[in-house]
């Protein structure tokens, strides 16, 4: 009753136009989701910046691309087609000068950039969970701007983060100058950095869900309306300079058969433990990552070795996107699946610990991927009637399911990346729910708070 009473007593904020209630007496807010506190009322002011917001991360989402793909091209020759295709042309002695030039500019840059602007913020995740909106664009910007050179020139990270670090400083400058209240500024900061991944991959639907789920951890309508508002305008602005369609093109139309329902069962949590051990190791390097002068020579060591593993698989340059596409459309037998899904994860670890900053997203996803086509292969020569295509599908969602411990994004990401699995959609949820589950109670690590520094007082919170 005194539940009942505190609903109906509750005033909505922002006031509604029409004031006066139903006839029933019963108020908007009884609704959880529509409830609002009073600090982030969406008021005039903070609709502005978060289409501002909006405008200048799908801007640097552009920019960062155009940044990837210049260095693409210089490396490699890249030009269109796929960037894996590119560096399989290349020789061996081009492999290697490359990424050992990749390694210098790494390790020069980003120790010149720590020690110069040490004592700024330039962690996203951390940041927002902590309840902050401080990010520093001085050292946002150069980190940026040398993630998207290396993982261009092969280095084995996702391209994601960069777009996502400045969209998130975009929204904590805006929101500063904007004079927001702190939990204004904290949801646009949050905001910018999902709609960065928005703009870069097309998905304005996953990265909404990205924000809410994964980055606020509050699928109400005070986060996901101007989550939608902002990664909707970034990802258009950036159609300035990238593509509107899938990120993997030309898939068949997979049709779904029960055997993969079954598989699902069987394989969701198999995958889930894969994520757990992905996870972990994502935490040990990020503990053991070098610091002090040989951040000036680590990238380059790092860099030579997946240079070296790469002479026999160059489908691991890069940040795995095109790996992925090529497990997608069944190019890749059972013991090639297995050898990427077994090196993937090692060399983007080693490049991670090499002091080089950059993404997990697509890591995971191809990843996953591997795995998924690589059991769903062993399982097909026993069970016919799907191919190891659509097992990959289901396999590169259900890791990122795990890997994010956000379900519900994992899925719509995963449709709005391929544009063709929506015939998958019940073993994908199947896939997912299960890996997601066995992940949280297994471990409950996702790849980005296993990647959060140590406390610096040294609390846990479990």
């Known amino acids: 009753?005194?539940?009942?009473?505190?609903?109906?007593?509750?005033?909505?904020?922002?006031?509604?136009?029409?004031r006066r209630r139903i006839a029933s007496g019963r108020g908007a807010t009884e609704q959880p989701n529509a409830a609002s506190d009073a600090p982030e009322v969406h008021s005039l002011r903070f609709w502005v910046f978060v289409v501002a917001t909006g405008i200048a991360t799908g801007l640097a989402g552009a920019g960062t691309m155009f940044l990837l793909h210049a260095s693409q091209h210089l490396a490699f020759s890249y030009t269109t087609g796929e960037f894996q295709a590119a560096v399989e042309r290349s020789s061996w002695a081009r492999r290697l000068v490359v990424l050992a030039i990749?390694?210098?500019?790494?390790?020069?840059?980003?120790?010149?950039?720590?020690?110069?602007?040490?004592?700024?913020?330039?962690?996203?995740?951390?940041t927002i969970w902590e309840g902050r909106s401080d990010l520093s664009l001085r050292r946002s910007l150069p980190s940026a701007v040398l993630s998207e050179i290396v993982v261009g020139m092969g280095v084995s990270l996702g391209r994601e983060q960069a777009p996502q670090l400045l969209g998130a400083v975009s929204g904590s400058i805006l929101g500063g100058w904007g004079r927001l209240t702190?939990?204004?500024?904290?949801?646009?900061?949050?905001?910018?950095?999902?709609?960065?991944?928005?703009?870069?991959?097309?998905?304005?639907?996953?990265?909404?869900?990205?924000?809410?789920?994964?980055?606020?951890?509050?699928?109400?309508?005070?986060?996901?309306?101007?989550?939608?508002?902002?990664?909707?305008?970034?990802?258009a602005v950036a159609w300035i300079y990238l593509p509107n369609r899938a990120t993997y093109l030309h898939l068949a139309s997979f049709h779904f058969v029960p055997t993969e329902a079954v598989w699902a069962l069987l394989a969701g949590p198999v995958i889930g433990v894969a994520s757990v051990g992905w996870t972990r190791l994502v935490g040990w390097t990020a503990a053991h990552t070098v610091s002090g002068k040989v951040q000036l020579v680590a990238p380059l060591v790092a860099f030579v070795a997946l240079a070296l593993v790469g002479f026999r698989y160059p489908q691991l340059f890069g940040n795995g996107k095109d790996m992925a596409h090529s497990a997608?459309?069944?190019?890749?037998?059972?013991?090639?699946?297995?050898?990427?899904?077994?090196?993937?994860?090692?060399v983007t670890a080693l490049c991670l610990g090499s002091g080089a900053s950059g993404g997990l997203f697509t890591p995971t996803f191809s990843t996953g991927a591997m795995l998924g086509g690589m059991l769903g292969g062993l399982w097909s020569l026993a069970f016919h009637g799907a191919p190891i295509a659509a097992y990959a599908v289901l396999g590169a969602g259900a890791m990122l399911g795990a890997g994010l411990q956000a379900p519900l994004a994992a899925i719509v990401l995963t449709i709005e990346l391929t544009h063709s699995t929506i015939d998958l959609a019940f073993p994908l949820l199947v896939a997912i729910g299960l890996a997601t589950i066995t992940a949280r109670y297994l471990d409950g690590y996702s790849i980005y708070s296993s990647r959060l520094p140590a406390h610096p007082h040294g609390e846990a919170a479990g």
């Open 1 to 18: 009753m005194g539940a009942d009473r505190l609903a109906s007593d509750r005033v909505r904020a922002p006031r509604p136009v029409l």
């Open 102 to 126: 990749a390694g210098v500019i790494a390790g020069v840059g980003w120790y010149v950039t720590r020690r110069v602007t040490a004592g700024d913020v330039a962690e996203v995740h951390g």
């Open 182 to 235: 702190p939990a204004q500024r904290r949801l646009l900061v949050a905001c910018g950095s999902g709609a960065g991944l928005a703009a870069v991959y097309n998905v304005p639907i996953g990265g909404a869900l990205m924000i809410s789920e994964l980055l606020y951890g509050a699928i109400t309508l005070t986060v996901v309306l101007p989550a939608l508002v902002c990664s909707t305008i970034a990802t």
């Open 328 to 346: 997608f459309l069944g190019q890749y037998g059972i013991l090639m699946l297995f050898a990427l899904f077994a090196l993937k994860p090692l």
